[in-house]
């Protein structure tokens, strides 16, 4: 296994924040964490490597690790937000490669409706990643009214990315509709 996958081999989202100095900063500085981590990140066009394994979907994001180097690739045509959810979403797959994985060794993200209990996972580990609970309760406590289009705009996440975490934490707000969310 990667000494750079090692190293971060089983970390929560929070130990990652906290270990590499970025849990403060809002929005959470991706560049930053996978600067310190050891991680590349890069801009891609996949458009010839989703023609070579005809898959259905758009590929959004892939990890690629050699050796001892680690690096993930997002789609550069996508969003701010898009970007950071893959990111994150692939920083989680970092976290979990199985260290009997050989190498070289991709995994890729692709936009599809159904995911499998792992893929969900993996974007709840993004949420907690680009979403601290501490972090999101103190920016929920400061406003008057907490709604999800706010606080994704603080966090730098897309509106469904933040409604998610909220659901997932069972906080009450106001989706994206103005509807109150009560739990």
């Not at 891609?44 to 959004?60: C, M, P, R, V």
């Not at 499998?116 to 103190?138: H, Q, T, V, W, Y």
Request: glycine share 4%; hydrophobic share 35%; proline share 3%.
């Amino acid at each position: 296994m990667c000494k750079i996958l090692k190293k971060i081999h089983n970390k929560t989202a929070d130990e990652l924040l906290k270990e590499y100095g970025v849990y403060d900063s809002i929005p959470i500085d991706l560049e930053k964490l996978s600067t310190e981590i050891g991680i590349s990140v890069m801009p891609a066009d996949f458009t010839s490597l989703e023609k070579k394994i005809n898959k259905d979907g758009d590929i959004l994001g892939l990890v690629l690790t050699a050796g001892d180097n680690a690096a993930i690739f997002y789609r550069e045509s996508d969003s701010l937000n898009r970007r950071r959810f893959t990111i994150a979403h692939e920083l989680a797959h970092c976290c979990y490669v199985n260290p009997s994985t050989k190498e070289p060794h991709i995994e890729y993200r692709i936009d599809e409706s159904e995911k499998d209990e792992f893929e969900r996972n993996m974007d709840i580990f993004a949420g907690e990643l680009l979403i601290p609970l501490k972090k999101l309760k103190e920016v929920y406590l400061s406003l008057s009214v907490p709604s999800s289009k706010i606080l994704a705009k603080k966090f730098q996440v897309s509106v469904k990315v933040m409604e998610a975490r909220l659901n997932h934490l069972k906080i009450s707000h106001y989706n994206n509709k103005g509807e109150a969310i009560v739990y």
